[in-house]
């Protein structure tokens, strides 16, 4: 297990999983661009630093980048030359956008050093005052790596997600990593948002805004996130999404048409389409246990061999030893 985990920056996500591992009897050390949190960081049991190098300095096993991403290329042009005599030092991030992250940190230099992370854990708010370690209560994060990824830091990103955080991962390559993000994040947000301007051009939109019960209020719980914040999120991953969006728009189209022409069998289909979603979420939810098993890591193709274990609806929850993973069985499409 890591012994000492540094945390840049305090916000929803980095406070969150810094009063988490904090409270799981990790080190932590963080630094925020802004000391506003480090009263209540200290009394946590955090140890804030008034800079980065004082970050560095702390000697972390891992430092985990929770900045918004457009300080990334600041945030890594300032770590290279504290890092240079600091070759033990891991670095990841918690980014919803994995491949652009590790293209910034190949061109600060730091390339050999990173390894992907992305939490699936978040709500609509934001800044420290709304971290929580429960935030991370049963979460599955993405890890991603490449063909030069080093399996020694690799396996100090996955002990910390699976010892000192306490959850379950799954490995990908970035490019895969990014496509899945849009399909369940960031298209999403978009869709929620364009039903609250939906509403918010209606001529009758409080009429609409008092009726509106839990539909509503699960359909367009994340359009409520800043949309500052949504919007980077988006931009981020613009390619993926707008490919996204042009589908989604030729399905609404689709039932448009189908409506207008009074094809009933069509919009059976429509609705019928995703039943296997449906059925994967029944199981899920029925399940009162999961099966376990181990996955042996060989030292050649380990990025493969983990890749493959993903998209057969496995998760790692902990190490053997460092080529022998414990895997959870859950239910899938």
């Known amino acids: 297990m890591v012994g000492t985990i540094g945390i840049v920056g305090l916000g929803l996500i980095g406070g969150s999983l810094a009063r988490r591992l904090a409270g799981r009897g990790v080190r932590v050390v963080a630094w925020n661009h802004r000391p506003h949190p480090y009263a209540q960081a200290e009394a946590d049991g955090i140890s804030c630093k008034a800079t980065l190098t004082e970050l560095v300095d702390a000697a972390p096993d891992a430092l985990v980048l929770c900045n918004p991403l457009k300080a990334m290329p600041d945030i890594l042009a300032g770590l290279r030359p504290l890092l240079e005599h600091r070759p033990e030092i891991t670095l990841t991030d918690v980014g919803s956008v994995k491949g652009m992250v590790r293209d910034q940190a190949k061109a600060a230099g730091l390339g050999d050093r990173y390894v992907g992370a992305h939490p699936m854990a978040g709500n609509e708010l934001s800044g420290w005052q709304a971290a929580n370690p429960t935030l991370y209560d049963d979460a599955l994060w993405a890890v991603t790596v490449d063909e030069s990824t080093d399996y020694r830091r690799f396996l100090t990103v996955a002990s910390l997600i699976t010892d000192g955080v306490g959850n379950r991962i799954i490995v990908l390559d970035d490019e895969t990593h990014d496509k899945a993000a849009a399909m369940i994040s960031h298209m999403p947000h978009v869709v929620s948002t364009a039903l609250i301007n939906e509403l918010t051009a209606n001529p009758d939109r409080n009429v609409a805004a008092a009726l509106a019960a839990g539909c509503w209020r699960d359909m367009t719980r994340v359009s409520l996130t800043d949309p500052d914040r949504t ?46 979603f449906r059925t994967y979420r029944a199981e899920t939810k029925a399940a009162t246990g999961f099966t376990r098993a181990e996955l042996e890591i060989p030292e050649t193709g380990w990025q493969q061999t983990l890749l493959f274990s993903a998209r057969r609806g496995e998760a790692i929850t902990g190490f053997i030893h460092p080529r022998q993973a414990v895997i959870e069985l859950r239910p899938a499409m």
């Not at 919007?231 to 689709?254: F, H, P, S």
């Not at 409506?259 to 289909?269: F, K, N, P, Q």
């Open 231 to 276: 919007r980077a999120m988006v931009e981020e991953d613009a390619l993926n999404v707008e490919v996204l969006l042009r589908r989604m728009a030729a399905r609404l189209t689709d039932v448009a048409d189908y409506l207008h022409d009074g094809d009933t069998s069509a919009v059976r289909a429509f609705f019928a389409a995703g039943d296997p």
